[in-house]
């Protein structure tokens, strides 16, 4: 399902490159090493940086990039270094400190690292990658530094934004121009549909739409509403949370990849986890992308379609402002009409209310305009790999 990786992707670090480690600890599924793994591989494609990941899960790793080794220590893909981290006190076969430390998530430093930092001249910049957030607050905290309490240390926060001030969001320098090529070329879409369903492209009349989602009580509203839709849906879901939910729906004991179903005028085609290209892909091939916490989020904006969010639940409906804040931003622009169905549906499908479907398709070719004006905009902020390297560049100096 992936595309071939363009030239631009090959490593180029040079003997005087920087070096950069990433420290990654998987909290929830795929979306933590999801953003590192791609910010490892652009700064290593685009900046020419030497990086090393070290991260404590390999399996969930191995999803995103199958050709990752689960029993080996230390190894190398694409150029990157992959170190299995045993959190707290591990930091690699040997010890080595980078020119660029990044924190990601929070996730502490082995304390035999920092104080190796410490002895290090000069001290490494280091950073700490936080969640992404569209609330407005990110702007005033965005590159804050934080002095370590005992060594002559100092943390920069990077936030992750939707606006300006912000580290912005990660997107590789060749990504518009494949998914450009994709959307041109019927011969290229007809062999994606082939090879990932077993079957040729569905017909001009139906919708296709991509569901990556947690698990939601809303689906099973939804499911039948696409099912007793007047135009057909072709629902593509990836391996994951929502899987069951589909399976019981269609009277089927489980969804395996390869699977295809139909009830009225809905049909499904279960697809096999992807590697994170052939995500994109799937992105471009369907009308309307339903996406979840941050890695697929972020995708979902720079596919130019219409997309519904689903966001990581948090105890307290904390994550509610989260996603009011996002819909603020994407649905700025919108006629006051079409942001209340937008804003509607996403509330639904958080769990507030039922989910309209025929409210949302109504509204389907203003949405699919903004989409493509958001995916403009977005990138005026910058994208986050070059922001983070620009900014470390002006503190090695």
């Not at 990039?65 to 080996?72: E, F, K, Q």
């Not at 590697?275 to 979840?292: C, H, K, M």
């Not at 409906?317 to 509607?344: E, F, G, M, N, V």
Request: charged share 20%; aromatic share 12%.
């Amino acid at each position: 399902m992936s595309s071939a990786t363009p030239s631009s992707e090959q490593p180029v670090a040079a003997p005087t490159a920087i070096a950069c480690d990433i420290f990654c600890a998987v909290i929830d599924n795929f979306g933590d090493i999801g953003v590192c793994w791609r910010l490892a591989r652009q700064l290593a494609s685009e900046h020419g940086w030497q990086v090393r990941v070290f991260v404590d899960d390999l399996h969930a790793f191995q999803k995103l990039c199958p050709s990752l080794a689960l029993d080996r220590a230390r190894q190398a893909v694409d150029g990157i270094v992959i170190e299995h981290w045993h959190e707290p006190a591990h930091a690699g076969d040997t010890l080595e400190v980078a020119d660029v430390v990044i924190e990601a998530f929070a996730c502490e430093l082995p304390p035999i690292y920092v104080a190796a930092m410490a002895r290090r001249e000069p001290a490494p910049v280091w950073f700490n990658l936080e969640y992404l957030s569209a609330e407005d607050w990110v702007a005033d905290f965005h590159l804050r530094p934080s002095p370590h309490p005992r060594y002559p240390l100092t943390k920069t926060f990077f936030f992750p934004g939707l606006g300006p001030g912000t580290g912005g969001v990660l997107k590789e320098r060749y990504l518009d121009t494949a998914r450009m090529a994709f959307e041109a070329s019927q011969p290229a879409r007809a062999a994606w549909w082939l090879k990932t369903t077993g079957r040729a492209p569905p017909h001009a009349a139906a919708t296709v739409v991509s569901l990556f989602a947690y698990e939601n009580p809303a689906v099973d509203s939804l499911l039948e509403q696409w099912r007793d839709s007047a135009e057909p849906v072709v629902l593509l879901v990836p391996e994951g949370r929502i899987s069951g939910a589909v399976a019981r729906f269609f009277g089927l004991p489980s969804l395996a990849a390869g699977s295809h179903a139909e009830r009225g005028g809905l049909s499904v085609h279960a697809l096999a986890f992807t590697e994170q290209p052939g995500y994109d892909t799937l992105l471009w091939a369907s009308d309307i992308n339903f996406v979840r916490g941050e890695d697929s989020f972020v995708r979902a904006q720079w596919a130019a379609k219409p997309f519904v969010w689903h966001i990581y639940p948090q105890a307290d409906d904390a994550h509610l402002p989260k996603l009011d804040a996002a819909l603020a931003h994407y649905a700025r622009t919108l006629p006051s009409d079409a942001r209340d169905a937008l804003a509607r549906f996403w509330h639904a499908w958080n769990g507030a209310g039922r989910p309209d479907w025929a409210e949302f398709q109504r509204h389907r070719a203003t949405l699919k305009q903004r989409a493509a004006e958001w995916a403009g905009e977005l990138a005026q902020v910058g994208d986050l790999a070059g922001n983070l390297a620009l900014f470390a560049k002006t503190q090695l100096k």
